[in-house]
């Protein structure tokens, strides 16, 4: 049994880093070898936009500024004038509780627990411009799911009787037998206005606007962030290496388990 469970672990760690640094190498390569393009080349590959079809796509690599619709979005929780937020609340308790070893003897373990109360994103449209051409670029942001960097935002602690929790918020939970209610953690983060964006995605038509959204006809990379191409190649290679370590760990924990257990 632990020559098999020593061989899964071994199995599972070498998968995992063979799949990641498969999904590195194509991401890496289109992020070096797809051409950079402004608004107005955008314009020029799928030409008019009033005979364009909505079903096509053209994978691109898009820069512009980031702006929302209204141009008056703030971050509810850093009250930031920004283009974009994404925030989330917790309520954090203390958690005590006995375990009893072999011998009988017990020991008391004290965990600090979060649960998720409420979380929300922006509801205001963003989209790209540049000096290239007075058209928008609509970036479709719930297509990208996690594939979009985020800057940091707020991260704060409030207590349980907070005067600022009681004039904004009204929560309703209840605290777990045996807990300690620590108070509420607010995490937020942002795109601020006028930021300088990087998109690797599907160009497409919607109604009479163009939108960049997650690539889905070639199932090719798909990434919305505020870093350039050199510290998203830099994320690729720490990527991997974070891989290879995990694919190393695995077997040296795989090898252990079936010499100190069988």
Same mark, same amino acid.
């Given at each position: 049994?632990?020559?098999?469970?020593?061989?899964?672990?071994?199995?599972?760690?070498?998968?995992?880093?063979?799949?990641?640094?498969?999904?590195?190498?194509?991401?890496?390569?289109?992020?070096?070898?797809?051409?950079?393009?402004?608004?107005?080349?955008?314009?020029?590959?799928?030409?008019?936009?009033?005979?364009?079809?909505?079903?096509?796509?053209?994978?691109?690599?898009?820069?512009?500024?980031?702006?929302?619709?209204?141009?008056?979005?703030?971050?509810?929780?850093?009250?930031?004038?920004?283009?974009?937020?994404?925030?989330?609340?917790?309520?954090?308790?203390?958690?005590?509780?006995?375990?009893?070893?072999?011998?009988?003897?017990?020991?008391?373990?004290?965990?600090?627990?979060?649960?998720?109360? !409420?979380?929300?994103?922006?509801?205001? #449209?963003?989209? &790209?411009? *540049?000096?290239?051409?007075? /058209? +928008?670029?609509?970036?479709?942001?719930?297509?990208?799911?996690?594939?979009?960097?985020?800057?940091?935002?707020?991260?704060?602690?409030?207590?349980?009787?907070?005067?600022?929790?009681?004039?904004?918020?009204?929560?309703?939970?209840?605290?777990?037998?045996?807990?300690?209610?620590?108070?509420?953690?607010?995490?937020?983060?942002?795109?601020?206005?006028?930021?300088?964006?990087?998109?690797?995605?599907?160009?497409?038509?919607?109604?009479?606007?163009?939108?960049?959204?997650?690539?889905?006809?070639?199932?090719?990379? !798909?990434?919305?962030?505020?870093?350039? #191409?050199?510290? &998203?190649? *830099?994320?690729?290679?720490? /990527? +991997?290496?974070?891989?290879?370590?995990?694919?190393?760990?695995?077997?040296?924990?795989?090898?252990?388990?079936?010499?100190?257990?069988?």
């Amino acid at each position: 049994m632990a020559f098999i469970i020593g061989l899964l672990i071994m199995i599972a760690g070498i998968c995992y880093a063979v799949f990641v640094l498969k999904k590195s190498k194509t991401k890496a390569q289109e992020i070096q070898f797809q051409q950079t393009t402004c608004i107005k080349d955008v314009l020029d590959i799928v030409g008019d936009l009033s005979s364009l079809d909505e079903n096509y796509r053209h994978y691109s690599e898009v820069k512009g500024h980031l702006h929302s619709v209204s141009g008056d979005v703030e971050a509810p929780f850093s009250q930031r004038p920004v283009a974009y937020y994404e925030n989330e609340v917790f309520s954090v308790h203390e958690e005590t509780r006995t375990e009893r070893d072999d011998k009988g003897n017990t020991r008391t373990i004290t965990d600090k627990v979060e649960t998720s109360l !409420s979380s929300e994103k922006s509801p205001v #449209e963003v989209y &790209l411009s *540049d000096s290239s051409s007075d /058209e +928008k670029v609509y970036i479709d942001m719930a297509s990208f799911g996690a594939d979009v960097d985020l800057m940091p935002g707020c991260n704060r602690m409030e207590s349980a009787d907070s005067n600022w929790v009681r004039d904004n918020f009204n929560f309703s939970f209840s605290n777990p037998r045996g807990s300690r209610f620590l108070g509420y953690r607010f995490f937020e983060e942002i795109l601020p206005e006028n930021q300088p964006m990087y998109i690797l995605g599907e160009i497409h038509k919607r109604g009479n606007r163009l939108y960049v959204g997650r690539s889905v006809t070639t199932k090719k990379p !798909s990434h919305v962030t505020y870093k350039s #191409e050199e510290e &998203l190649l *830099d994320d690729v290679k720490n /990527e +991997k290496f974070v891989a290879l370590a995990i694919a190393v760990g695995s077997v040296i924990a795989g090898i252990a388990v079936m010499f100190l257990f069988s």
